[in-house]
């Protein structure tokens, strides 16, 4: 079977799609191949936000500790998703632990990489920025919901 | 209307705050025919009557099951119930998910908290004619892991392959291994053709509104969005307006709803 190549993949992506095809090659310029086992830490809170990630298969669980309790599970990830994003925004530090759940294939975009490029093509920028922006709103109206917790006893 | 006499057969505990219990009838007619999605009005002898739902199978009449949430007085006397007590019976009442209209097309069920309960007898019906539909999807969002309702048979469910199951929950501590963040993230990744997709959506009413906004933008037709509202009632027959949600009874005219007609009261809050 013939493996894919980093464009092929990243052409899959729901985050990618209708990007013209010589931007997804300038993006997998900046990526790589990763695969991490069940219960791995990706990162942890406070380290350096050097790379964001594609989750290609799996799962992974994004953990904030809380003194005396434990850590608790603020959102997981999926296929398809994308996380990391403290990579591009200073001052470039994981807000919290990202570990994977099931065994997790993904692709690692560097952060340095893809903000360089985004500076040097105003086009690329506008559109690699414009999906980030559709997604944070997603997460903002998701984490909205949640706050109200809304199947608390009345 | 007068209640009718039912023996409670079984009380069964699903998490912490909700059981389900079996009613059997004293007298009369040994069989319960209801459609999926309606409800009975539940007279707990001396204490009051409420609305709940009826989530056993419709396709099985001889028990009928009630899973409810200890939230107040009433709820409180119920769950006091033994094996053999009785409670007083009207119903069954209101509108239902109109399971046979669907048929030919992929069905989503998307179900928060306790709203999985009168959707539990859809998914029965449908299951019960699988081959009439396309892809059949529920997807159930909780508070925690603890509050999942009718695990066991999520379990079975979730093992059968004509069938997706995705459930999530609002928050959990490191050690689960399921999906966390509230049920409307399911929705842009489950599998289904919008454009061929009748929804089924139940739960508190904030969450109705968010997962009929995401189904909308994921393609679903407002037409093709089913609801289910609550509201305090007290005749259940459309006498005495208690139930009022805009120009309608949820007693007589719902509780399920077309998402459409019922769009402009349900985005207004106190209606
Ligand atoms: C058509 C319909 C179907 C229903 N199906 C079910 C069901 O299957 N299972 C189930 O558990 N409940 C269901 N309910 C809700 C149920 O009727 C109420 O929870 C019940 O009336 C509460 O009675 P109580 O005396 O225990 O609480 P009360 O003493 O009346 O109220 C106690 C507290 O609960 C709050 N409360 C009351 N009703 C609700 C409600 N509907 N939602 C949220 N908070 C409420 C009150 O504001 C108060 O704070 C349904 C309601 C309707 C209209
Ligand atoms: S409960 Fe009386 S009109 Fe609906």
Redesign the interface.
């Known amino acids: 079977m013939k493996t894919k190549s980093l464009e092929e993949l990243i052409a899959e992506a729901a985050f990618f799609k209708d990007l013209d095809p010589s931007y997804r090659q300038m993006l997998a310029g900046c990526g790589t191949n990763v695969v991490y086992k069940p219960g791995e830490f990706i990162f942890r809170e406070g380290d350096e936000s050097r790379q964001f990630y594609l989750i290609r298969t799996g799962s992974v669980a994004l953990e904030i500790n809380l003194p005396g309790k434990g850590a608790m599970i603020i959102q997981t990830l999926n296929e398809g998703e994308v996380l990391g994003w403290s990579c591009l925004i200073p001052p470039y530090r994981k807000h919290f632990d990202g570990r994977s759940v099931k065994q997790t294939r993904a692709i690692a975009f560097d952060g340095a990489c893809i903000g360089k490029k985004c500076e040097e093509d105003a086009k690329l920028g506008y559109e690699f920025f414009r999906r980030f922006a559709g997604i944070m709103a997603q997460r903002l109206s998701a984490t909205r919901l949640q706050l109200l917790d809304v199947y608390a006893k009345p | 209307m007068a209640p009718d006499p039912f023996y409670v057969r079984r009380l069964k505990p699903e998490t912490d705050?909700t059981f389900t219990l079996a009613l059997q009838p004293a007298d009369g007619p040994s069989k319960f025919n209801f459609e999926p999605g309606q409800f009975n009005m539940v007279y707990v002898f001396g204490v009051g009557e409420i609305p709940i739902s009826i989530s056993g199978d419709p396709g099985d009449s001889k028990l009928l099951f009630h899973t409810t949430r200890e939230?107040?007085l009433v709820t409180r006397a119920m769950r006091q119930l033994k094996p053999n007590d009785l409670v007083g019976l009207r119903g069954p009442f209101g509108t239902f998910w109109p399971v046979e209209d669907a048929e030919g097309k992929d069905v989503v069920i998307v179900a928060?908290?306790i709203g999985l309960a009168p959707l539990r007898p859809a998914l029965y019906r449908i299951l019960s004619r699988r081959d009439r539909y396309g892809r059949v999807v529920l997807l159930y969002?909780?508070?925690t892991p603890a509050?999942i309702l009718y695990r066991h048979e999520l379990e079975q469910w979730r093992s059968r392959f004509d069938l997706e199951v995705y459930a999530?929950v609002?928050?959990?501590?490191?050690g689960?291994?399921?999906?966390?963040?509230?049920v409307?993230?399911l929705i842009?990744?489950a599998p289904f053709d919008p454009r061929n997709t009748v929804a089924y959506v139940c739960?508190?009413e904030?969450?109705m509104r968010?997962t009929t906004q995401e189904l909308q933008k994921r393609g679903v037709n407002k037409d093709a969005i089913f609801i289910s509202m609550e509201r305090n009632m007290k005749c259940a027959v459309g006498f005495c307006g208690r139930c009022q949600f805009g120009p309608t009874f949820v007693c007589k005219d719902g509780p399920v709803f077309r998402f459409d007609k019922v769009e402009d009261w349900l985005m207004k809050w106190e209606i």
Do not use: K, Q
């Open positions: 705050d939230v107040g928060g908290g969002g909780t508070r509050d999530t609002d928050r959990a501590m490191s689960w291994r399921g999906n966390v963040g509230v409307t993230t842009p990744r739960g508190p904030v969450m968010f």
